[in-house]
């Protein structure tokens, strides 16, 4: 069997019910280290918690490996521990597909992610968040901007935009927010909606749950001037405030 067990945000976030599972005889771990960021202070809590060691799963072992692991899965119970919850990345839905379509039983225990918890801290209505989208990285000869049109069409409809800073696993952080700030003035000026500009107000988010936390509602302006340490951010472009949302919003940000 494949058990996919979400560890949430932070080393400790992990439940009693999925502890106890990890240190069941005969099961062994795994901790998916692609679509999540299992730091080592992040596998050394849960092994000595479970008494177990852990096998990290990268991008070649939960893609190209992926037939290996549910063969593994077939045999013998197999957790693999992913950050924040499972079934959110696309990754994670192609193994649990694989495992069915081999016959293997799955089942998931799931925990807090970085989409909730944004959605929850920003203090905005849940019901009134559009699609989401990243804002990637560009390089010299790969510099996307369509993840603008989520932008709008949220916009549109008066739907706030959770955008998610593309994050490198090597560095394990996600680019700077005054890059991200870069990234959608070039987005803006090729479009050129009016979205985006020094008027603009986003709500930015470092590491939720975790040492190092931040939490700041800013005009665009400063945003292109700030910087943080290693760890994942997300931005949120309000739409228009209800007034209950207004007042949450200057109570979580004292603004």
């Known amino acids: 069997m494949l058990f996919m067990v979400g560890t949430g945000l932070a080393p400790d976030d992990i439940s009693l019910r999925a502890l106890e599972l990890c240190k069941r005889r005969g099961i062994d771990l795994f901790a998916e280290n692609y679509t999540s960021n299992a730091t080592p202070e992040y596998i050394r809590t849960i092994s000595e918690r479970t008494g177990k060691r852990i096998t990290m799963l990268g991008r070649e072992e939960m893609e190209e490996g992926m037939a290996q692991l549910v063969k593994s899965a077939a045999v013998k119970d197999i957790v693999v521990l992913v950050g924040g919850d499972p079934l959110i990345a696309t990754t994670h839905k192609i193994a649990y597909m694989e495992a069915r379509k081999h016959g293997v039983m799955v089942a998931v225990l799931h925990s807090a992610s970085v989409l909730s918890a944004a959605m929850g801290e920003s203090g905005l209505d849940f019901y009134r968040f559009g699609q989401v989208c990243t804002i990637p990285r560009w390089s010299e000869h790969y510099k996307p901007v369509s993840f603008y049109e989520t932008i709008e ?94 007042g949450v919003v200057s109570a979580v940000f004292g603004d």
């Open 153 to 246: 069409k949220n916009m549109k409809g008066n739907l706030h935009s959770l955008l998610l800073l593309d994050y490198n696993q090597k560095s394990q952080s996600s680019i700077q927010p005054s890059y991200a700030a870069g990234i959608l003035e070039g987005a803006e000026k090729s479009y050129g909606k009016g979205i985006i500009g020094d008027g603009t107000k986003l709500i930015v988010l470092h590491n939720l749950s975790i040492e190092g936390e931040s939490k700041l509602y800013l005009g665009f302006r400063s945003v292109k001037r700030l910087e943080f340490g290693s760890g994942p951010t997300v931005f949120i472009l309000p739409a228009k405030l209800s007034d209950i949302e207004q």
